[in-house]
């Protein structure tokens, strides 16, 4: 199984990015998914899920308004769409996903609940 994150990338704080995350190995429709980031000298951070179906998502307080998780199944693919994007943002983002079968998104927040981790893609906002 491997989750292949990428569009990671420099901008200037208040542009854009799209990252995407792409699984092989196995089929993950029916897991949540979701997005992390690790700042240097910081402690990898919730960013946002999305459940099987795409129906419900969860942001962390930092990205709500900002940030928007989507996902194809068909593609078995994540997206993470970035907006306004602030110099604070600055991080290794990291794509995971859960093993568990239709767990409720508000249920993934923390590192211990997701099983497979893709290698991470650097996103550097400048001011």
């Known amino acids: 199984v491997q989750l292949q994150a990428s569009g990671g990338g420099l901008v200037q704080a208040g542009g854009s990015l799209r990252l995407s995350c792409a699984a092989s190995g196995r089929t993950f429709s029916k897991n949540v998914m979701g997005w992390f980031r690790q700042a240097p000298g910081k402690e990898r951070e919730f960013v946002a899920a999305i459940n099987w179906s795409g129906g419900s998502t969860n942001y962390a307080d930092s990205v709500k308004g900002r940030f928007t998780i989507s996902r194809d199944n068909a593609k078995n693919t994540v997206y993470l769409q970035m907006n306004r994007l602030k110099v604070e943002d600055t991080a290794v983002y990291y794509c995971?996903?859960?093993?568990?079968?239709?767990?409720?998104?508000?249920?993934?927040?923390?590192?211990?609940?997701?099983?497979?981790w893709g290698q991470g893609t650097l996103v550097t906002v400048s001011s």
């Open positions: 995971a996903a859960d093993r568990r079968f239709y767990r409720a998104v508000v249920a993934a927040t923390a590192t211990p609940d997701f099983d497979f």
